[in-house]
């Protein structure tokens, strides 16, 4: 089984920062792909971010060169960095990735519960 537990979230002023981490932990082989998204009442969940296997890094046009996504292979770690907050960026933010649990077996997505982001005037 495969856990993503993310942290970080919380209450910031406009043009603040945060930094989420979200931790990979069980029994894999393998992670590729892993990513943020986020999502408001009402709306699809959205992805924010995502990183590859080989650093190779895509944002969403909403946060170009306000958030910074980056991984720690050793730790199974992916980090948010995210400044010059705004009130729209207000959302559960999610973890997600591709992971091969088993040898053999194809790939799986999975999912962090989330974590809550704020934004305040």
């Known amino acids: 089984q495969v856990q993503l537990v993310e942290s970080g979230g919380g209450l910031v002023q406009f043009g603040g920062s945060l930094r989420l981490s979200c931790v990979a932990s069980g029994t894999f082989v393998d992670i590729w792909t892993m990513a943020w998204y986020r999502q408001v009442p009402g709306k699809q969940r959205e992805l924010v971010a995502s990183i590859s296997r080989i650093g190779d890094a895509m944002y969403a046009d909403s946060v170009k060169g306000r958030f910074t996504i980056s991984r720690d292979h050793a730790k199974n770690t992916i980090y948010l960095q995210m400044n010059s907050l705004k009130l729209e960026d207000t959302a559960v933010y999610y973890c997600?990735?591709?992971?091969?649990?088993?040898?053999?077996?194809?790939?799986?997505?999975?999912w962090g519960q989330g974590t809550q982001v704020t934004v305040s005037t």
């Open positions: 997600n990735a591709d992971v091969t649990a088993v040898n053999g077996r194809p790939s799986w997505y999975y």
